[in-house]
């Protein structure tokens, strides 16, 4: 009898390992596929890729699987990390985790995965997905504090039909739990975070090695000279620490948040307190929007959407394309709007889609 073969993204992390465990449980033929991404610092501090492999590599024996190992590295430097570096040299904040699922988990990986003449593919996400008639609907996963639907919103119909989720309704107490008991070494490891497939280390030091810093004037909202920065590129909406701005005689006490950015002068503006109205924006515009289901929803009521990870769903309202842009329009005003970051857009638990913030509106 010919087994189902699914081929499981192994990162050598605790989720992507007890995925592989439950389709191996459920009589899946299983094997696991470990990708290395990032050359660039092979000796680095910050590279863990021999140590994830080598947890990896426990875990398949445990399960008594085999693992596939693939390099990456191409795919990920042209299709993601040259997108990242323009976007921050344009002055805006692009997401990462999104731009690795697409290109790299959902595009490279299923591509090299379906040479291996698999069915499917799985990975360690935490989303559900309803196949049981198309479009195929992508879910949040039961445990909301992990859902990661936002990160898989530029999903398509092929890449979903091919795709499993197997911690979709569990809650990560009870995946790390699995993993203690079956003897996998990773039950307790850190959840990994930093950029994808790059690691942790100093954000701002690190783009320098791409981007050369170009000093410059902080200035607040009503022009006034308060500090200097190293470069506008590398500092975000709503970031607040790391501006070294502080015991200014002829300012009030408290804390600064950049509120904009304006690249041709050079110049980073900031504004004292969180509340501060210019952190505050009602309506916001994106170029384009990817539909999961290949077209948007017919019934455009409840709509809700998040413009950042685990931020609650918001009230919104889509408005009809101009030929430039879409217009989003909050029912409440949302802090700190960073262009280049996503905006994915919600019906209850299923993740209709979204697009790149191009610009805000107050």
């Known amino acids: 009898m010919n087994l189902t073969k699914v081929i499981v993204g192994m990162s050598g992390g605790v989720d992507s390992s007890v995925a592989a465990w439950l389709l191996n449980r459920q009589g ?3 094997e696991g596929l470990f990708m290395k991404n990032w050359e660039e610092d092979d000796e680095d ?8 492999l080598a947890d990896a590599q426990q875990v398949c024996s445990v399960l008594d699987i085999p693992l596939h190992t693939v390099n990456f590295s191409s795919e990920y430097w042209d299709r993601v990390f040259h997108y990242l570096l323009r976007e921050y040299r344009a002055g805006r904040t ?3 985790d999104v731009i690795c699922n697409r290109e790299i988990k959902f595009r490279a990986f299923l591509d090299y995965a379906l040479n291996l003449d698999t069915d499917y593919i799985a990975t360690g996400h935490y989303v559900r997905c309803e196949t049981a008639s198309k479009p195929f609907c992508l879910k949040k996963a039961n445990d909301h504090d992990k859902d990661q639907s936002y990160f898989l919103h530029t999903l398509h119909q092929g890449q979903l039909e091919k795709s499993l989720f197997p911690l979709g309704e569990m809650k990560k107490p009870e995946v790390r739990n699995i993993a203690r008991r079956q ?5 307790d490891k850190k959840d990994s975070t930093g950029i994808c497939f790059i690691g942790e280390r ?3 030091d690190f783009l320098k090695t791409y981007i050369p810093p170009r000093p410059g004037p902080i200035l607040t909202s009503d022009g006034d000279l308060v500090g200097e920065h190293e470069g506008v590129v590398f500092y975000t909406i709503g970031q607040r620490q790391g501006l070294g701005i502080g015991g200014l005689a002829d300012q009030p006490e408290g804390p600064w948040y950049v509120v904009d950015k304006d690249l041709r002068a ?18 916001i515009l994106t170029r384009s929007i990817h539909w999961i289901a290949g077209s948007p929803p017919g019934n455009m009521e409840n709509l809700k959407a998040k413009i950042r990870y685990r931020q609650p769903d918001q ?3 889509l408005g009809p394309y101009d030929g430039t842009y879409h217009e989003i329009a909050f029912a409440n005003p949302q802090w700190a709007v ?5 905006v994915v857009f919600y019906r209850q638990d299923a993740c209709l889609g979204g697009g790149i913030i191009e610009a805000r509106k107050r």
């Open 28 to 30: 899946f033929q299983v």
């Open 45 to 52: 501090e910050y590279c863990a890729a021999a140590a994830d």
């Open 94 to 96: 692009p997401n990462p």
């Open 183 to 187: 003897g996998l070494r990773v039950h």
């Open 202 to 204: 100093k954000f701002r």
């Open 266 to 283: 050079n110049s980073l503006i900031v504004a004292q307190g969180k509340q501060h109205e210019a952190l505050f924006h009602s309506t």
């Open 315 to 317: 009230d919104c309202t």
């Open 338 to 342: 960073a262009p280049g970051q996503s």
